[in-house]
């Protein structure tokens, strides 16, 4: 059975990626950027591709860029871990400066009301899924989405006069 769609678009114009991301910057992970490629194109069941040349070229510039944003934030946090980077302020103030942050949070929080407050801590803090949220207090998925946006304002309100 012979390759069809976007695979034989792929297989036909392999070598060409290989080139294209060697240009741009992959190097010696060229070959292998075209082979995550694959995989990831392979587990795909799209629709027609309108023009599958530059969905390939442009799916494999995306993986490029991934993957350098991957290596460097991987490069900065050894760097930072190698150095032995510790803050200035002292653990003990950490802890007293994160403790009263909390406790402005929670005030900031309470004077939305008690509903939003709960629907934050259930949904941000909990980590539940927002319909079954909205099925226990007996509202609509969009008050719990209006109540997140008013606690998710006024934590950025607390935020911007912390400075």
């Not at 510790?86 to 008690?114: D, F, K, M, N, Y």
Request: aromatic share 4%; net charge neutral.
């Amino acid at each position: 059975m012979s390759p069809t769609g976007i695979e034989a678009v792929f297989l036909a114009n392999r070598e060409k990626l290989v080139r294209f991301l060697a240009a741009r910057g992959a190097g010696d992970a060229a070959e292998d950027l075209v082979q995550d490629l694959w995989v990831k194109l392979s587990g795909r069941m799209d629709g027609p591709i309108a023009n599958p040349l530059a969905y390939l070229y442009r799916a494999a510039d995306m993986l490029m860029i991934d993957r350098y944003r991957s290596r460097r934030q991987s490069e900065q946090r050894e760097q930072h871990w190698a150095e032995g980077h510790e803050s200035e302020t002292p653990e003990a103030e950490r802890t007293l400066i994160a403790r009263q942050t909390a406790e402005r949070i929670a005030q900031a929080l309470a004077a939305l009301g008690e509903r939003p407050a709960t629907v934050f801590r259930r949904v941000r803090v909990e980590g539940l899924a927002q319909k079954r949220v909205a099925e226990e207090l007996g509202i609509s998925i969009s008050t719990v989405e209006n109540d997140l946006r008013l606690a998710a304002q006024a934590i950025a309100a607390l935020k911007e006069q912390i400075g």
